[in-house]
């Protein structure tokens, strides 16, 4: 069974209106099969994420990230201390351990999940699979100290022009505790949401899928019903895209970088209007239930 750091990525979950239908996307998308006897994905026969029905249409239909821990309720308690408040208090999930849901102090929502029989994820890093979680806040100060203070995150302040960005662009890469921060230890980090984007739009996390090719995933998400709400650019760390499930989840999506895809100067602003598949200005509203349409404002570490 795999063991994962105090406050590092352990989990994905989508909350879905129809089961079924998430099912039937995600498998065309990622080519990921299902076990009939409990709510998650597996690519290659290995844990990779959880698809359950949405119980109460007052809830988001998104993916929610889920943070390990050793102890949900000692984590709880110091959420609270540290100034972020607990949704859902610790409950247990039979053979799936103890899981609970809380926010940091912009409003970014989060699991945390006490390992029961299993542990998580058996696959990452790969195509069809976890591989980056973005924060998005306007609580910069508040949130970089939450997290350093309730799970030791070690943050590393992206420099603009290493990313080709201008001099406000504000980015910080985590990495867990005890590890050496940097590339080769990142799992996330905090992107700051500016003026450029609607007042309404609330702190979030981004969920990031590894795949084989950007443009291809987008082009089969939106013959499946699903929509591309920012349309694939390159990185120095890989060719991105954001999307919307055929019911409304956000994620994002990485291909590496090849020869292809390499990045090109651009004078591109790092925070810009939603756009749709033909990179014309969308008049997309921003809704609270879901995740945000923007383009990430800043790539993920490099993929390990």
């Known amino acids: 069974m795999a063991v994962f750091t105090e406050g590092t990525p352990c989990w994905v979950e989508a909350q879905l209106p129809d089961l079924e239908a998430g099912k039937r996307f995600y498998g065309e998308l990622f080519g990921w099969t299902f076990d009939p006897d409990r709510d998650e994905a597996r690519k290659d026969g290995r844990r990779v994420a959880g698809l359950i029905p949405k119980r109460d249409g007052r809830m988001p239909t998104t993916w929610t990230i889920y943070l390990a821990t050793r102890d949900a309720g000692t984590l709880a308690a110091r959420i609270k201390a540290a100034g972020g408040q607990m949704i859902m208090d610790p409950y247990p999930v039979g053979p799936f351990g103890i899981l609970a849901l809380a926010a940091d102090p912009g409003g970014a929502v989060f699991g945390l999940r006490q390992a029961g029989d299993d542990d998580g994820f058996e696959r990452t890093m790969l195509p069809g699979s976890f591989c980056w979680m973005e924060v998005y806040t306007r609580e910069r100060d508040a949130v970089d100290t939450f997290y350093a203070s309730v799970f030791g995150y070690l943050g590393t302040q992206v420099e603009p022009d290493e990313e080709g960005r201008e001099g406000d662009f504000d980015y910080r890469v985590w990495s867990p505790p005890g590890s050496r921060p940097g590339d080769d230890t990142s799992f996330g980090g905090r992107a700051v949401l500016t003026e450029a984007f609607p007042a309404e739009l609330p702190g979030h996390i981004l969920v990031y899928f590894a795949v084989d090719d950007c443009d291809e995933t987008c082009a089969t998400a939106t013959a499946l019903g699903g929509r591309v709400t920012n349309p694939p650019f390159d990185t120095p760390h890989g060719r991105i895209a954001v999307l919307r499930d055929n019911q409304g989840a956000r994620f994002a999506v990485l291909a590496e970088p090849t020869e292809e895809t390499a990045p090109r100067p651009t004078d591109e602003p790092a925070d810009e209007p939603v756009r749709d598949a033909s ?26």
């Open 279 to 304: 990179g014309a200005p969308s008049d997309e509203t921003p809704d609270e239930s879901t995740e945000s349409p923007e383009k990430p404002s800043a790539p993920p570490g490099e993929m390990r």
